[in-house]
T-cell receptor, first 113, second 116 residues
Framework: QQPVQSPQAVILREGEDAVINCSSSKALYSVHWYRQKHGEAPVFLMILLKGGEQKGHEKISASFNEKKQQSSLYLTASQLSYSGTYFCGTERAGGTSYGKLTFGQGTILTVHP | EAGVAQSPRYKIIEKRQSVAFWCNPISGHATLYWYQQILGQGPKLLIQFQNNGVVDDSQLPKDRFSAERLKGVDSTLKIQPAKLEDSAVYLC??????????????FGPGTRLTVT
C-alpha cells in the first residue's frame, strides 16, 4: 500500500523552512527520501531505519517515528537548489522482498528568490 | 565511481510494437530494480533482482513485460506488445542491499517511452 505524503505542494522563499511528512498504514523497517528535479532521475538523500533515529545532511534532516509509522523531512533555510519533487519510499517490516520500496505520490517543493 | 547507465534515453513506438531497455548498474551492486514512473506519480517497482535471480516481480504485467539479468550484471526490460498506457519513464536503480547496514538506491537517467 502506497505511503501518503503531505503536503502535496509547498512554495517557499529562500531562507524559509519546510516540513514534508510521509505516513504508512503498515509497519515499516525503513524509510528512504529522494529528490527528483524535472526531467532527471531521483537522487537518494537519506535512509532511516526503525528505531526512531534522526539523520541530517547539511540543512536537510529527517526523523522516523516507529510507533506512528511516520517520517518527516525537514528542510532548513531553504536554497533555490532545494526545488524539486520529494518522494518517500517505504520498506515494510517483515517483508518478503528485502529492500523493496513503495513510493509516495511526491511533494512538489518550489523555492523562490 | 560511474553511475547507473541506461539506454536508450528516449523511444517512440506505435502501439503493438515491441521495445527493449538496457541497464548497467553501479559496479559491485548486487541488487537491481526496474521502476515505471508515470508523469506526476512516484516510481512503481516492476521487478527486483538479487544477482541474477528474481526477488520480486509481483507488479510486473507478465503478459507483456519481461526482464532478465544475465550474469548478475546488466539487465534488459522488454515490452511486447506495447499499449498506450505503457507511456512512462522506465528507471533502473541499483543498491548494495543484502548487506548491512541498509543502503540507498541509486537511479539511472531513465528511458522516456512514448507509445502512439
Amino acid at each position: 500500500q502506497q505511503p501518503v505524503q503531505s503536503p502535496q505542494a509547498v512554495i517557499l522563499r529562500e531562507g524559509e523552512d519546510a516540513v514534508i511528512n510521509c505516513s504508512s498504514s503498515k509497519a515499516l523497517y525503513s524509510v528512504h527520501w529522494y529528490r527528483q528535479k524535472h526531467g532527471e532521475a531521483p537522487v537518494f538523500l537519506m535512509i532511516l531505519l526503525k528505531g526512531g533515529e534522526q539523520k541530517g545532511h547539511e540543512k536537510i534532516s529527517a526523523s522516523f517515528n516507529e510507533k506512528k509509522q511516520q517520517s518527516s523531512l525537514y528542510l532548513t533555510a531553504s536554497q533555490l537548489s532545494y526545488s524539486g519533487t520529494y518522494f518517500c519510499g517505504t520498506e515494510r517490516a517483515g517483508g518478503t522482498s528485502y529492500g523493496k520500496l513503495t513510493f509516495g505520490q511526491g511533494t512538489i517543493l518550489t523555492v523562490h528568490p | 565511481e560511474a553511475g547507473v547507465a541506461q539506454s536508450p534515453r528516449y523511444k517512440i513506438i506505435e502501439k503493438r510494437q515491441s521495445v527493449a531497455f538496457w541497464c548497467n548498474p553501479i559496479s559491485g551492486h548486487a541488487t537491481l530494480y526496474w521502476y515505471q514512473q508515470i508523469l506526476g506519480q512516484g516510481p512503481k517497482l516492476l521487478i527486483q533482482f538479487q544477482n541474477n535471480g528474481v526477488v520480486d516481480d509481483s507488479q510486473l504485467p507478465k503478459d507483456r513485460f519481461s526482464a532478465e539479468r544475465l550474469k548478475g550484471v546488466d539487465s534488459t526490460l522488454k515490452i511486447q506488445p506495447a499499449k498506450l498506457e505503457d507511456s512512462a519513464v522506465y528507471l533502473c536503480a541499483s543498491s548494495l542491499v543484502g548487506q548491512s547496514p541498509r543502503q540507498g538506491q541509486y537511479f539511472g537517467p531513465g528511458t522516456r517511452l512514448t507509445v502512439t
